[in-house]
């Protein structure tokens, strides 16, 4: 069985600044992905990067990058320049790579202020 | 990009009828569909996963005869809760992916909040 464990509730940034989200997991598989999802209040959950866990680079997307760190099954969510419209719930969530179902963690939730 | 929709977006319901919700993959065919809840301030909870023309499965604690899933078609997936109750209330989401793999992106839709009276 896959766990995904966020221990921070919630979050502050200021507007500019940068951030980081943190994500543990764990799994017996040796094929697995990660991922952070952005939900922001209209509910609708967006990807926001993705990691295979056989890739040894950093995923990165625009501000967004992750620090994969496998032995410690540490994945976490660096946001540079916080943005206003950065502010939202943040999930982190594992998948293997033989199934497709998604295990999410509880969320951050990542206020955003001026 | 691949969209997926629900309907309705919102509901509101009498104690003791049934609610259908609806899935759909716009612009692709999607084999599998996965149905979450949604408690607030809470986290997504996978209730089970379908696939098309076969049996969902149910994720342990998810009572199946309450909770009815038909995945008749490439792009249609529904959700009955039937006998609804007060705590059957909750934001509920689907999504859908486009091939079994290591590359079966999930796309969600953007949830039905039921509401139960």
């Known amino acids: 069985a896959q766990t995904v464990t966020q221990s921070q509730p919630e979050m502050s940034v200021q507007e500019a600044e940068t951030v980081t989200l943190s994500c543990t997991y764990d799994t017996s598989e040796s094929d697995y992905y990660l991922f952070w999802y952005k939900q922001p209040p209209s509910r609708q959950m967006i990807l926001v990067i993705r990691?295979?866990?056989?890739?040894?680079q950093n995923a990165t997307e625009n501000r967004f990058s992750v620090n994969f760190q496998k032995a410690a099954k540490s994945f976490s969510l660096k946001i540079s320049d916080s943005q206003l419209g950065d502010a939202a719930m943040y999930f982190c969530?594992?998948?293997?790579?033989?199934?497709?179902?998604?295990?999410f963690g509880t969320g951050t939730r990542l206020q955003v202020t001026l | 990009g691949a969209v997926v929709s629900q309907h309705p977006s919102w509901v509101i319901c009498k104690s003791g009828t049934s609610v259908k919700i609806e899935c759909r993959s716009l612009?692709?065919?999607?084999?599998?569909m996965f149905w979450y809840r949604q408690f607030p301030k809470q986290s997504l909870m996978l209730m089970a996963t379908?696939?098309?023309?076969?049996?969902?499965?149910?994720e342990q604690g998810v009572e199946k005869d309450k909770f009815l899933i038909n995945h008749a078609s490439l792009t249609l997936s529904t959700l009955t809760v039937t006998s609804a109750h007060p705590e059957d209330s909750s934001f509920y989401i689907c999504s859908a992916s486009v091939a079994s793999g290591p590359n079966n992106e999930q796309f969600f839709g953007p949830g039905t909040r039921l509401t139960v009276l």
């Open positions: 379908s696939n098309e023309g076969s049996k969902a499965t149910y």
């Open positions: 990691q295979e866990a056989y890739k040894q």
């Open positions: 612009d692709f065919q999607a084999t599998t």
């Open positions: 969530a594992s998948r293997t790579g033989t199934a497709s179902k998604l295990t």
